[in-house]
């Protein structure tokens, strides 16, 4: 079955720099992949949406990229700042019982420290 | 517009006993869904509507029902709790049910059962 992995539970870095974070999936490739933030105590939010024949998609300091051959999706925040503290969660289409389905990772918590 | 709603925000249930999370939507959206989360292991869709008038299941159905009254309200039932469903549980929308779409979420409800 298909199966997501975000890389770390958490990533800590410093104000200013670019924050990468990592979805990897197994089996089949997906048509979609989603990138969703999620604060402390409330549903996920809709960031960005990329398809597989797009390497890339940008959204003010936002950029996702999707490299089908790795099996991967790279998320890119830059000029990061405290207030993108959160966790970031992948989603993408699978196949469960002949219909379309969305799953989602269990995403990597992003501290940017002062 | 208020999105996504639900009912309770928390809510703590001895073994056994049964209860009802309410959701409600009014963007006009088709399609609703039900997931759990649990440390570590990302959204776990339970239950989802593609339409008024239908549901089926997902990933984890085990132990729950559902119930899509109308257009806008998509309701989730534990006849009998069990410690194992302590979890949080967010309600989803979307417009049509196509996995490229973006999905709405609610504010959560978290359970704690006894």
């Known amino acids: 079955s298909q199966k997501i992995e975000q890389n770390s539970e958490a990533l800590n870095i410093q104000e200013g720099k670019t924050a990468t974070l990592t979805c990897n999936y197994t089996n089949y490739s997906p048509a979609y992949l989603q990138w969703y933030r999620q604060d402390p105590g409330r549903g996920p939010v809709f960031l960005l949406l990329?398809?597989?024949?797009?390497k890339e998609k940008r959204k003010e300091r936002l950029k996702v990229t999707f490299d089908t051959t790795l099996k991967q999706s790279l998320f890119h925040i830059t000029a990061s700042q405290p207030a993108d503290s959160a966790t970031y969660l992948c989603?993408?289409?699978?196949?469960?019982?002949?219909?379309?389905?969305?799953?989602f990772g269990s995403g990597t918590r992003l501290s940017i420290r002062p | 517009n208020a999105g996504v709603t639900q009912t309770p925000k928390f809510q703590v249930l001895k073994t056994g006993q049964s209860m009802t999370l309410q959701c409600a939507q009014d963007?006009?959206?088709?399609?609703m869904y039900w997931y759990r989360q649990d440390p570590g292991m990302g959204l776990r869709l339970i239950y989802y509507s593609a339409s008024e008038g239908t549901t089926d299941k997902g990933e984890v159905p085990n132990g729950y029902n559902v119930s899509r009254l109308n257009k806008r309200e998509f309701s989730l039932r534990l006849e009998s709790a069990a410690p194992s469903q302590t979890s949080v549980y967010f309600c989803?929308?979307?417009?049509?049910?196509?996995?490229?779409?973006?999905?709405?979420f609610g504010p959560g409800t978290r359970l704690l059962v006894l």
């Open positions: 990329i398809r597989e024949n797009e």
């Open positions: 989603a993408l289409d699978m196949v469960v019982s002949s219909a379309s389905k969305i799953i």
């Open positions: 989803a929308s979307s417009e049509l049910g196509g996995t490229q779409e973006t999905q709405y």
């Open positions: 963007m006009n959206h088709n399609s």
